[in-house]
């Protein structure tokens, strides 16, 4: 099936820094992926839409300089914290369309990223 | 906007009974209604999905029932085993590269 690796599973970072999440489809094309913050005992909130070759759309709200996204290949999009700040602390957890079960319509989560800003 | 609510938010059972979760939608143009398991520090998994021109799809011990007109769809677990305890979200989706809505969540808890 369908399988979508996210990494890293966890990282803790400093004030100020700037971290990358890697999402990739393991075993098929992702012609969009879908980037998704989730704080704790919430439901998935949608950051934004990456689609290969064109920049991200970002939904109402979400900070396009913060929360930098390349989906630069059909198997690879990036989420990169700038400047990270405590208040960014959170679950992020990618998702990409194609291939697999449901491929038209469904969707296949990464395992998330719990990012800890110190 | 588009909205999906989604009840109860905490269900408790006890093992071998049924749980039942349930959400509605806003978007008549919705056409696809999926269903994932979230366990703890873990991304969603899909575990079954139902398409606008089904009233029902079962999956083994799992079934998913869909009313279009009233624009709502449950999830029926059957035999609820403790390895079912995680949090289940539905979520509705107008396909393709629609974004997808998802409900608030229902956190389930399966008794031994």
């Known amino acids: 099936g369908a399988v979508v690796s996210q990494h890293p599973s966890r990282v803790i970072c400093k004030s100020g820094t700037s971290v990358k999440i890697e999402c990739r489809s393991l075993d098929f094309q992702a012609t969009t992926m879908f980037w998704y913050r989730q704080f704790p005992k919430q439901s998935l909130m949608l950051m934004a839409t990456?689609?290969?070759?064109?920049?991200?759309?970002?939904e109402q709200g979400v900070e396009k300089d913060k929360f930098l996204i390349n989906h630069a290949s059909l198997t690879l999009s990036t989420l990169t914290v700038t400047s990270a700040h405590p208040e960014d602390s959170s679950f992020y957890i990618c998702?990409?369309?194609?291939?697999?079960?449901?491929?038209?319509?469904?969707?296949?989560f990464g395992s998330g990223t719990r990012l800890t800003v110190v | 906007g588009e909205n999906v609510e989604q009840h109860p938010s905490t269900l408790s059972v006890q093992e071998g009974d049924s749980a039942v979760i349930k959400c509605t939608y806003s978007d008549s143009a919705s056409n696809y209604f999926p269903w994932y398991k979230q366990e703890l520090g873990k991304g969603p998994q899909l575990i079954i999905d139902?398409?606008?021109?089904?009233g029902e799809k079962k999956d083994q011990r799992i079934a998913v029932t869909l009313n279009k007109t009233a624009k709502h769809f449950s999830l029926h677990i059957t035999e609820t085993q403790p390895e079912d305890s995680a949090v289940y979200f539905c979520a509705a989706s107008k396909g393709g590269g629609f974004k997808t809505i998802f409900g608030a969540g229902t956190r389930l808890f399966v008794k031994a």
């Open positions: 139902i398409r606008s021109n089904v």
């Open positions: 998702s990409a369309r194609g291939g697999g079960q449901g491929a038209v319509y469904g969707y296949t």
């Open positions: 990456s689609n290969e070759g064109s920049k991200a759309t970002y």
